[in-house]
Structures are given as C-alpha cells and as structure tokens.
C-alpha cells in the first residue's frame, strides 16, 4: 500500500534525538528554548512558546486571549475537531462559518456576516498548504488566530503565514510537514504579555500561586527533533512542490482536477482532487489498487450539531466530492508514477 501520508525522518533527526536521550536531559530545558528562538527567528522575531500538541496551542492562545464562557468564536466547519475541542475547553460557543470553493478556506464573506457583539475571535486555518485571506478577514475587525498546522514555511507575498494574525498556532503531529517525535505545537504573537501567559499555562510545577494551569509542555527530546527539521524545511515544500507539479502536468484538463496552484504559495501539505460521483466506488478502486486515499477532513464540523448543509452548502458540497492523494517528500517516484496511472484510468 502507498501511504497517504507519512513523516520524513532522517538521520540527523534520530542523532538529534538520541543525543538529547543520552544526556540524560530529556524534559523541557535548554533544546526547547533553542527550537523556540529557532522558529521565532523564522517568523520575524515573534514571541514563540512551545507546547505538546497543536491543540495545546489553540487552547492556550484562547485562553492568554481572555476568551471564555458567553463568548463566540468563529471557526471553519471543513476542518479537524482540533479547533472545535479547544473553544469548547475555554467554554465558549462556535460559530460556524462556510469555505470559499475556490481555495476551501474560510470565507471571509461569510465571516463577516457571522460576526456579532459576542465575537471574541476568528480562527483562520490556513488549509492544506495554501494560505487563505487573512487581509480580507481581519477587516472584520475580530481578532484573529492564525491556524498553520497545515502551512508551516506558506508565506503571502514574502511574509510567513502566523505573522499576519494576532496570534497563530502550528502543529508538528507526525503527518504534519515537519514534526517533533510526534506530538507537538508552537504559539507565536507580537504580543509578549499574552506569550508570557502561555508559557505560565503550559507548566503548573513550583509557581508561587494557585490558579488552573495545565502539563503543555514540550520535550528536550522533541525540541531536538523539531530544530533539525526546521532547518530542513525549505527542502521538505521544495519535494512536495515538484511531485505537485508532476500531478498537475498529468491531471490537467481532467474533470478531477483542482488548481490550487493560483497564489504560487502553496506548499502542498494535502494535494486534492475532486470526485463528483461514486465517492465510495472511488475509495474502494483506490484500496484495491494500493494507493492510500482519505478525505482530508474527517466529517465537517456543523455535521455533530445536527446543522442543515444548506448553511453551508460549500463546506458540504467539498467534504461529500474532494479527496486527498499521496504526496510527502519521501513518496518515490515510482510511486507517484502509480498514483497517476490509477486517476489517469479511473473508473475504467
């Protein structure tokens, strides 16, 4: 079988690791303040606090943002229960707001019309790679989360994507671009009171006062990880965009195909197509042909709330037709060369 997706580890990322493993230093300590100022660096001299997990992340930046119960926070439908979950722990109430069909990201029309005297913020997930317009949607005067989980090293014009917003998270889960052993998640923002207060919520040991804080924290071991593939990842966007390239050479003109290609940004995190009938048909040809397929978002967010599709008739109409195909730097060619033919002479 072909992976759908897999992480690309190397060998200076096993000696990265095994060298923090040997020290015996294995917690939080110097390599996670390392990788911080390593991907602080990266994105513009932002604040950077690390955390375990992606969603970790979403639940301190909520938190450090004040928002909590009797507030409303706008989110995508089309995107993982990650977001979901995290404005549910603070206690505050979803707003689900549809995607645009061209680049299935967040609608910035229907974001300002979800907007009301109880918004306290927008998560704006910048999916599968491509960045979305988070220009237009901080023009709704909500302050904005940039989600990167799926778009480490995007960038709008020259500018990193998580520098835009009023704070951003990213995810380093093993299928994401680059990872840290698995798990883990990074916080960035201009805003140094609201890092500090991330830093003090992700470690609830030896503090002088009592309020909830939480066990956030990320390892030695996975920050050591995390900075050798921060150092790789030009290379990493580089491999996904030349298999992109490939896919879009053969795809082109075929009723499947999506050009995702428009604002040259793209890093391919997910590469899509579009399969307007016979999705379970599609699914299984894919298995018996041994070519890992997924829709790239589990079930749509509005679905577990029982809410008609026809409120958001874009994010319904993507989830039920548009699948995700191999594509990570170390899928060989040969592989590709499979995952072609089999979309090539599909159905026949």
């Known amino acids: ?19 923090v493993l040997s020290s015996g230093n294995v917690a939080q300590g110097e390599r996670v303040a390392d990788f911080e100022r390593r991907f602080s660096l990266a994105h513009g001299g932002l604040h950077a606090a690390a955390v375990n997990s992606g969603t970790s992340a979403l639940h301190c930046a909520l938190l450090a943002m004040g928002v909590g119960p009797g507030d409303n926070v706008i989110i995508p439908s089309y995107v993982c229960t990650a977001l979901l979950n995290a404005v549910r722990y603070v206690g505050a109430t979803p707003r689900f707001a549809d995607i645009d069909p061209d680049d299935l990201n967040i609608s910035p029309d229907d974001v300002r019309r979800k907007v009301t005297k ?15 317009r988070v220009r237009e949607i901080q023009r709704a005067g ?33 299928t994401k671009v680059m990872t840290t052993c698995g798990e883990g998640g990074m916080v960035v923002t201009r805003n140094r ?10 470690d609830y040991d030896e ?15 996975a920050a050591a990880m995390g900075s050798a593939q921060l150092a790789k990842l030009g290379g990493f966007i580089r491999k996904r965009r030349a298999i992109a390239k490939r896919y879009d050479a053969a795809f082109a003109g075929k009723e499947f195909f999506i050009d995702r290609a428009g604002s040259g940004s793209n890093i ?37 709330f029982g809410i008609s599709d026809r409120q958001l008739p874009h994010t319904a109409s993507a989830w039920r037709s548009i699948f995700s195909i191999p594509i990570y730097p170390s899928l060989p060619e040969k592989d590709v060369d499979t995952v072609i033919s089999f979309l090539l002479n599909y159905p026949a």
């Open 207 to 221: 503090k002088n006062d009592l309020r909830t804080r939480y066990n956030y924290k990320m390892t030695d071991a």
């Open 268 to 304: 391919y995190f997910r590469y899509l197509v579009r399969i307007r009938r016979g999705q379970a048909e599609f699914l299984r040809r894919a298995a018996a042909h041994a070519v890992g397929v997924k829709r790239p978002v589990f079930r749509p967010l509005h679905a577990y």
């Open 1 to 19: 079988m072909i992976a759908h997706n897999k992480p690309t580890i190397e060998p200076d990322d096993i000696r990265a690791v095994a060298k």
């Open 193 to 202: 009171r609201w890092s500090e207060a991330i830093r003090q919520l992700r």
């Open 142 to 174: 909500v302050p904005v989360i940039e989600d990167c989980a799926q778009a480490v090293g995007a960038k709008i014009g020259e500018q990193p994507v998580g520098t835009f917003g009023d704070i951003a998270i990213f995810s380093f889960y093993a």
């Open 118 to 132: 109880k918004t306290r913020a927008v998560i704006v997930p910048h999916m599968f790679g491509l960045p979305a």
